[in-house]
């Protein structure tokens, strides 16, 4: 593996560099022979690789503290990787492709540049098409052909302002270095890429024991409150749960999840809705929170603020919590968008991602993986781990926080992507996605869906259960 990339990720975590040896690699070619797994013009497969390395030895380590044995080998294999990374495409519910990208989101030609919009959820539709003046109208053929002409007549860092004044998503395709040069670009690119910090001197919450949640491994007993959306942020819980915590993810009634997308990130986990405007709301939140360990946030920055969710405030209610938050720009007071909403999409088209694979003529591109998404959300759970094994041994409230655009700044300016030790191209193996697909049964129907590829000698086993319908159980510890 590339020792330039994981062997640094694993020191800004904190980690004891000697157990970087714990870590072995299955590389593989992809299905054509052409090359290797999520190939693109910018080092993905290092990204992916790195994260998914970080995360799986730092579930090992938190496992070896539990157990008071040696810390595990570690296994990274490409494939699952590969096909982690791209969960929600091989996602099949009773046999049905779920909706991932709606119609509106999606990349627009306008008047001199290019323009990247989000929509899938219904008020974000409905606050693009009230911005750009367009009546929500015909089918979605019809509306698409009308978003296009009025975007044909108008300049693309207008209709960003204009969209997010609506509270709509919308960015400006900027090549990198016109990101380098906003002020945006240059206060995340100072920001670090993992936020690690101590808040306080409470002493450690006592250590959860295996038996005392519903799953097994390492984080057995552990107790996660989940108020993450969409990939990055889901993507953590639902890798902390498959080590075993009890991940208790918590929706507001009037912003429901989609089953689609719960159907992919909600393996492990319970899901149930709360509405923290209520005094009840807050009464039952309020008692979850005397009893978790972690609380991982992924909402637009500040939007828990006024019910007293920031990490400062959490702590002071339960000392000793850890509390992680996840944000797109880089979170408040970072840059004039921090306090925004975003995604992996958006931040590809913002930070110059999208121009760099773009094709010949000038169109933008994508990457071969939401992989802004998951490598943060992998970075995200191997923080919370590296957290709770340093908090066993100093204390303290711990503070961490991801960025997505600082994600991927990490990926265009510092992970290299050359071939590392131990990786003779001999030595690649066939990549088939099936090999790390698996078919489960449960309330949301028959799922075709990637398993994990994190992965250490002795576990983890797999997810303690399919995912259940959002929403649909009670707000209390399993």
């Not at 750009?132 to 860092?157: F, H, I, N, Q, S």
């Not at 149930?272 to 009893?291: M, P, V």
Request: net charge neutral; charged share 25%.
């Amino acid at each position: 593996m590339d020792q330039r990339s994981w062997v640094r990720l694993w020191a800004a975590l904190g980690g004891d560099p000697g157990l970087c040896e714990r870590v072995r690699l299955v590389p593989r070619t992809s299905p054509d022979g052409s090359g290797g797994v999520l190939p693109a013009r910018l080092p993905v497969r290092e990204l992916a690789r790195s994260t998914v390395a970080v995360c799986a030895l730092a579930a090992a380590e938190f496992e070896a503290r539990r157990t008071g044995r040696a810390v595990p080998g570690v296994g990274v294999d490409d494939g699952a990787v590969a096909t982690a990374f791209v969960s929600e495409r091989h996602l099949r519910i009773d046999g049905r492709a779920p909706s991932t990208f709606a119609p509106l989101s999606r990349f627009w030609r306008t008047d001199g540049g290019w323009l990247r919009t989000h929509a899938n959820y219904p008020h974000h539709r409905a606050r693009l098409l009230s911005a750009l003046g367009v009546p929500d109208t015909g089918g979605d053929e019809a509306l698409v052909a009308a978003v296009a002409g009025v975007l044909a007549e108008r300049r693309a860092e207008e209709v960003e302002e204009a969209v997010y004044a609506a509270g709509g998503l919308a960015v400006a395709v900027r090549t990198p270095g016109r990101w380098s040069a906003h002020p945006q670009g240059a206060a995340v690119a100072r920001l670090p890429l993992l936020g690690l910090e101590r808040l306080d001197d409470a002493p450690a919450l006592p250590p959860p024991s295996a038996g005392s949640g519903p799953g097994s491994g390492s984080c057995a007993g552990l107790r996660v409150l989940d108020l993450t959306r969409v990939i990055a942020g889901p993507v953590a819980t639902r890798t902390l749960a498959l080590l075993g915590a009890d991940v208790l993810r918590i929706d507001s009634p009037r912003l429901p999840e989609s089953a689609d997308a719960h159907a992919d990130t909600g393996f492990g986990k319970r899901s149930a809705l709360l509405d923290l405007a209520s005094r009840s709301g807050r009464a039952s939140f309020e008692e979850l929170l005397g009893k978790a360990h972690v609380v991982v946030t992924g909402y637009r920055p500040g939007a828990l603020d006024r019910f007293g969710l920031s990490a400062g405030e959490l702590a002071g209610r339960r000392p000793g919590v850890a509390v992680a938050e996840l944000s797109a720009w880089g979170g408040p007071g970072v840059g004039p968008w921090g306090g925004r909403r975003g995604f992996d999409s958006l931040v590809q088209a913002a930070s110059g991602i999208a121009v760099t694979e773009g094709g010949p003529d000038g169109d933008p591109g994508v990457l071969p993986a939401q992989a802004l998404d998951h490598g943060t959300g992998y970075l995200l759970a191997a923080a919370v781990l590296r957290s709770l094994t340093d908090q066993r041994d100093g204390g303290g409230s711990r503070h961490v926080r991801l960025a997505l655009a600082r994600t991927a700044h990490w990926l265009q300016h510092e992970l290299e992507g050359a071939k590392g030790p131990g990786e003779p191209e001999e030595v690649r193996e066939p990549y088939d996605p099936a090999d790390w697909l698996d078919e489960t049964g449960g309330p949301l129907g028959r799922l075709r869906h990637a398993v994990s590829p994190v992965a250490y000698d002795g576990g983890p086993e797999g997810w303690s259960r399919p995912p259940g319908r959002p929403g649909g159980d009670e707000p209390v510890w399993g």
